[in-house]
T-cell receptor
Framework: GENVEQHPSTLSVQEGDSAVIKCTYS??????FPWYKQELGKGPQLIID?????GEKKDQRIAVTLNKTAKHFSLHITETQPEDSAVYFC????????????FGTGTRLTIIP | GAGVSQTPSNKVTEKGKYVELRCDPI?????LYWYRQSLGQGPEFLIY????????DSGLPNDRFFAVRPEGSVSTLKIQRTERGDSAVYLC???????????FGPGTRLTVT
């Protein structure tokens, strides 16, 4: 089955600087890669996603890049703000096999004011 | 519009008891997923419904776990003879179609004493 690894597990960034979180996946059949933000006591919130026919996608301060050959994808947050502090999860799924998301282990992002 | 709702938000039960956890998906979403999240980990897939039928139940850990979605909307996750190891946050997600974006509810925190 699919295995998703995520790094780093914790990340502290000065407010206004950029943050990058990286994930690798193992199943070459995976073709959908969402990113979720989870705040304490809440469910994961979808913030951006990318499909395997696209190399990069951007939404305001958030961008995701995908390298299918290397089987890795990354989340980039620019101009970080205190409200960006949360745990971020990457995930992968294959529409050709089943619909389940396989999640990484999470990155706790702390924005230092 | 209304998001995914889950009830109860918290459930404390004694070892050996039976529990039911309810999920109300976003109106019109045909796909529904259950995940389980242990402390400090990413969500782990349990079961996926497309309409009324379970399309993939490969993540259910054993036969004490069962889920239904009789009318293709609300779903109930049922756990028999609960064990302390069942303690976790149970998350429900829905999607407008299989293979689409998954939107999560706030979760039910289950504690087995």
């Amino acid at each position: 089955g699919e295995n998703v690894e995520q790094h780093p597990s914790t990340l502290s960034v000065q407010e206004g600087d950029s943050a990058v979180i990286k994930c690798t996946y193992s199943d070459s059949a995976s073709n959908y890669f969402p990113w979720y933000k989870q705040e304490l006591g809440k469910g994961p919130q979808l913030i951006i996603d990318i499909r395997s026919n696209v190399g990069e996608k951007k939404d305001q301060r958030i961008a995701v890049t995908l390298n299918k050959t290397a089987k890795h994808f990354s989340l980039h947050i620019t101009e970080t703000q205190p409200e960006d502090s949360a745990v971020y999860f990457c995930a992968a799924s294959s529409h050709f096999r089943n619909e389940k998301l396989t999640f990484g282990t999470g990155t706790r992002l702390t924005i230092i004011p | 519009g209304a998001g995914v709702s889950q009830t109860p938000s918290n459930k404390v039960t004694e070892k050996g008891k039976y529990v039911e956890l309810r999920c109300d998906p976003i109106s019109g979403h045909t796909a529904l997923y259950w995940y389980r999240q242990s402390l400090g980990q990413g969500p782990e897939f349990l079961i996926y419904f497309q309409g009324t039928g379970a399309a993939d139940d490969s993540g259910l850990p054993n036969d004490r776990f069962f889920a239904v979605r009789p009318e293709g909307s609300v779903s109930t996750l049922k756990i028999q003879r609960t064990e302390r190891g069942d303690s976790a946050v149970y998350l429900c997600a829905s999607s407008p179609r299989g293979g689409g974006e998954q939107y999560f509810g706030p979760g039910t925190r289950l504690t087995v004493t």
